[in-house]
């Protein structure tokens, strides 16, 4: 019985990668310096497969920064601002393309579906030259091959692609993106040609966009395809490798019939339906690629549930037609168990990272031939046991309050515009009130503060005083500024869920846990394991001494449960609503001790609630109702004249303005300011929105400093459309990653234009 791996991480289990990419990017180290760490890396991981016995490795699945990106290169689709002559595109064009030169500004980049790595978006339009001008596939190839390995080489399918892309500036109401098929396949022809030349037996497409929500003629794009591909590839098996979700129907009937494709992908794991659309009709003599083993998350397999799915999977396709697969990449987990040093055994036996999960697929298809390792199974039938019956997982105080939420609504009894006349009676605060997002600049001797803290190289007293001290410059910066409504600048955090989690009951950390989100940059999400509860307040202290510094009312600053939950590794063991609930109860906790102790701003960040979006349209309105249910359980609780805001760190949410509305919070500042127009549209399109509402009037990604006349020209964009009583002046985002020399005279702009306004009012 065969096994095979989607893909794998490339960032190397201490971030290795990462950091011969930054010192390479730096000109700390060579072009031969960077080549020789990736492919060191490379080799290991072709190595690591091959002893755990895999059949299928995958090569091609390296990428420097981006493997949609590699795809542009693979076509020669480089846009022609930047200067590229042809030829095989080098580091230069390739890292300018990704991230920026002196001159020129990056390409796009955006969410791959819902996870949370990026890929840089393909610009594409009639005049686009294909060429074939990267063979890293082949090379891949060949350098496995040169190891002994002989690998499955991975390609994004050409419809895929095509559908990920933008069309270029200029063409994008008149171009239609797929009618580049043919020259693009031209060049996957010569790709082919090139793979089967060096010896490949099998190569596989990627095509997850085959999981959304695709029309007649986006699925009609993907027979034509493999039809014109289908000589090129006679004498391959491929596979069609889909993930993320099920297939729908319709989807299932086009992939199942492509031309030429011998093999088909799919995720089992999140593909709820998938089993039903295999036992209702599977091609005959084709492969199926079952994804039973979860390349999303960090949980170990439940080998026996897994061996009985495949073994009725066995009786449809039959035993040599079977072959136990990851559900995606492994790209989007850990990188190997083997370097926590910190996390307790018990904890430890409940998870797999891309390492281990290697060795459970492989596990998997020897089982299912007849050879189950015996020690294997019973360690991870026992390690499954214990997680279920663990009071580390199992409180049944949370559990009752949570059930008991589902069901009613949780909606604070006064509505919105009276709670903001009870609210401006007591904040009594000037037209367009201004305030900032949360976070102040982070310096250097902050974090040193914070490491020797948590080292215990220096006492509490200390570290209290050193963040007491912060608080109070941030406080008289900003009444020296005159901001409106202040904040305490959050020094005392290195990462606004870590920060929460650490206080959670529920949540363990690791310490090489790291996920790439993009390019070099990783996440390393909190693992959510437990029934989360909140032992004891977290941020009183820290809000209590901000308030006392200042009479201008201080904003609460808080994490919300949806975003907490789509940061972290989820348990998979509930719903996710459930955990939802469970850590909105914790922070609904917070913000009662937080008015307790006179607070009467309070913010709620809701910064990834678009996230956790799915990826077909059919499950949306379910998310979306139980995540701003989460979000209202957390302040249905407070007074009238305590406000409750909350911040988005994205502007595209016409879809789900209706959801935004429903979420209810007094306050709501968002990130605008590269995206004006599309933000305002809607409530130029006649939304109404009765609550406060502030559209970041500065881009704080950028070191400019905005103008104040610029500032100014925004605010009255806005007051176009949005009653005066209701906007609000702010930044974009929090300033953490910004320096007091940017933060300063862009706060005094900003101010300055909110008074130049007032006057005009
Ligand atoms: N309050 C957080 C900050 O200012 C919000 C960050 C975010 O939205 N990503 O840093
Ligand atoms: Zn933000």
Redesign the pocket.
């Known amino acids: 019985m065969a096994s095979h791996i989607v893909g794998y991480p490339r960032m190397g289990p201490k971030r290795e990668l990462k950091f011969a990419l930054e010192s390479f990017w730096d000109g700390k180290s060579s072009a031969d310096d960077l080549k020789k760490v990736a492919a060191d890396l490379r080799s290991s991981i072709w190595k690591q497969m091959a002893d755990a016995g895999i059949k299928y490795i995958p090569s091609n699945t390296f990428a420097y920064y981006d493997q949609v990106l590699d795809t542009t290169a693979m076509l020669g689709a480089v846009p022609p601002r930047y200067g590229w002559k042809g030829g095989e595109i080098g580091f230069d064009t390739y890292f300018s393309m990704a991230r920026g030169n002196a001159t020129l500004p990056a390409m796009e980049m955006t969410k791959w579906f819902d996870t949370n790595y990026h890929f840089i978006v393909p610009e594409l339009g009639p005049d686009v030259k294909f060429s074939y001008a990267s063979h890293k596939a082949v090379d891949e190839y060949k350098e496995a091959k040169s190891l002994g390995i002989d690998t499955v080489p991975i390609l994004i399918g050409p419809v895929s692609y095509l559908l990920l892309s933008k069309p270029a500036k200029g063409v994008e109401k008149t171009f239609s993106l797929l009618s580049l098929l043919p020259k693009i396949l031209a060049i996957y022809k010569e790709v082919v040609a090139d793979l089967k030349a060096a010896g490949a037996s099998w190569i596989q497409f990627d095509e997850p966009t085959l999981v959304k929500d695709l029309d007649s003629r986006q699925l009609q794009a993907f027979t034509a395809a493999y039809s014109e591909l289908e000589s090129s590839l006679s004498g391959l098996n491929v596979l069609v490798q889909t993930y993320f979700a099920d297939v729908p129907a319709e989807a299932y009937k086009t992939l199942t019939s492509l031309k030429g494709v011998t093999a088909f992908g799919f995720d089992l794991v999140r593909g709820t339906k998938t089993l039903d659309l295999i036992k209702g009709g599977f091609p005959k003599g084709k492969h199926l690629f079952a994804g039973l083993v979860d390349g999303r998350n960090i949980w170990a397999n439940d080998l026996a549930d897994s061996l009985s799915t495949l073994q009725a999977l066995e009786g449809i396709v039959g035993k040599d037609k079977l072959v136990v697969s990851t559900s995606c990449s492994l790209l989007h987990t850990a990188v190997d168990l083997v370097n926590e040093t910190k996390l307790d055994n018990e904890i430890k036996s409940w998870l797999a990272f891309a390492a281990q999960k290697v060795v459970e697929v492989h596990a998997l298809a020897k089982a299912l031939s007849g050879q189950r390792d015996e020690a294997f199974f019973s360690a991870n039938a026992a390690a499954q046991a214990s997680r279920k019956s663990s009071p580390r997982v199992n409180n049944e105080a949370v559990q009752k309050a949570a059930a008991a939420l589902k069901g009613s609504e949780h909606r604070r009894a006064t509505n919105v515009s009276a709670r903001l006349d009870a609210q401006q009676k007591k904040l009594n605060l000037p037209i367009l009130p201004t305030t900032t997002?949360?976070?102040f600049p982070q310096t250097v001797e902050l974090r040193r503060i914070r490491r020797e803290y948590k080292a215990n190289k220096i006492s509490e007293e200390e570290y209290v005083k050193a963040i007491t001290e912060e608080i109070s410059k941030v406080v008289k910066l900003q009444e020296e500024l005159d901001i409106d409504v202040l904040v305490h600048g959050?020094p005392e955090r290195n990462d606004?869920v870590e920060y929460f989690g650490e206080q959670l009951s529920g949540f363990a950390f690791t310490v090489n846990g790291w996920v790439q989100s993009y390019g070099s940059r990783c996440v390393k999400p909190p693992i959510i394991y437990g029934d989360v509860s909140r032992p004891k307040p977290m941020t009183v202290f820290w809000s209590s001494k901000a308030q006392s510094l200042t009479k201008r009312p201080m904003k609460g600053?808080l994490t919300g449960p949806v975003t907490i939950l789509n940061w972290s590794f989820v348990r998979n063991d509930q719903p996710r609503f459930e955990t939802c609930y469970q850590i909105a109860l914790a922070i609904k906790d917070e913000v009662e001790d937080l008015e307790k102790a006179g607070i009467t701003v309070i913010?709620i960040?809701e910064?990834a609630l678009r996230e956790g979006l799915p990826l077909r349209k059919s499950e949306e309105a379910f998310y979306l109702d139980w995540a701003v249910h989460s979000f209202r359980i957390t302040n249905v609780g407070v007074q009238d004249t305590t406000q409750i805001h909350t911040?988005m760190?994205y502007s595209n949410f016409n879809d789900i303005i209706h959801s935004i509305i429903d979420m209810d919070a007094d306050v709501i500042t968002i990130e605008n300011s590269r995206s004006d127009e599309k933000l305002l549209s809607v409530f130029r399109e006649g939304v109404k929105y009765g609550a406060g509402i502030g559209p970041g009037v500065y881009d704080i990604h950028s070191p400019r400093i905005p103008p104040t006349e610029e500032i100014a020209d925004r605010i009255n964009k806005m007051l176009a459309v949005l009653e005066q009583n209701i906007l609000w002046i702010n930044p974009d985002?929090?300033?953490?990653t910004r320096k007091y020399a940017e933060v300063n005279p862009a706060l005094t702009n900003m101010v300055a234009a909110a008074k130049l306004l007032r006057t005009q009012l």
Do not use: P, R, V, Y
């Open positions: 997002i949360g976070s959050e606004m600053m913010q960040d910064a911040h760190c985002c929090g300033l953490k």
